[in-house]
T-cell receptor, first 111, second 111 residues
């Protein structure tokens, strides 16, 4: 099956710092999503980004599908950004869709 | 609120019992899923349904039986619970256009 690798596995930032989280995948994909799992366990959709670049406030993401990677940028980090960031990919579309998750990146933002 | 909802949020039970988790989405999506997150936070698909029909069954033990009474609901029944079933179970749904939307999760603890 498809392999999804995220790096780095852990990241500690001082509040206000910027960071880049990376997701590499082993095959062509039809879907790629970034999620944030907050300390209360909620999985929050950040981006649906099978290709191209999107921005939402302090967060932006870029997927280069031909090179099989995606990057999530966090600027001016805040303590509320702490949690686990998951990248998930899908080879299929429609009714056969299923997400394969990476192991996640644990981010701690210190005040 | 338009969302994916799950009940209960927490479930503590003894080995050998049978329990159910309910999921409902009011987003009008055709496809629904169950994912399991283990103690190391790894997320893996269990089942998917499209318009009440089973599409994906990822070699889950047959003690787990999903049921979809209509396309807005996907329930998960677990028989003869084991210690290893302790996990967080997430329901999700997706539209034809792509992307998956996750519920708040149900934390199951088997003692």
């Amino acid at each position: 099956g498809i392999q999804v690798e995220q790096s780095p596995p852990d990241l500690i930032l001082q509040e206000g710092a910027n960071s880049t989280l990376r997701c590499n995948f082993s095959d062509s994909v039809n879907n790629l999503q970034w999620f944030h799992q907050n300390p209360w366990g909620q999985l929050i959709n950040l981006f649906y980004i099978p290709s191209g670049t999107k921005q939402n406030g302090r967060l932006s993401a870029t997927t280069v599908a031909t090179e099989r990677y995606s990057l999530l940028y966090i600027s001016s980090s805040q303590t509320t950004d702490s949690g686990v960031y998951f990248c998930a990919v899908d080879l299929n579309t429609g009714a056969n869709s299923k997400l394969t998750f990476g192991k996640g990146i644990t981010l701690s933002v210190r005040p | 609120d338009t969302a994916v909802s799950q009940t209960p949020k927490y479930l503590v039970t003894q080995m050998g019992n049978d329990k159910s988790i309910k999921c409902e989405q009011n987003l009008g999506h055709d496809t629904m899923y169950w994912y399991k997150q283990d103690s190391k936070k790894f997320l893996k698909i269990m089942f998917s349904y499209n318009n009440k029909e089973l599409i994906i069954n990822e070699t889950v033990p047959n003690r787990f039986s999903p049921k979809s009474p209509d396309k807005a609901h996907l329930n998960l029944h677990i028989n003869s619970l084991e210690l290893g079933d302790s996990a967080v179970y997430f329901c999700a749904s997706s539209p034809h256009s792509g992307g998956q939307y996750f519920g708040p999760g149900t934390r199951l603890t088997v003692t």
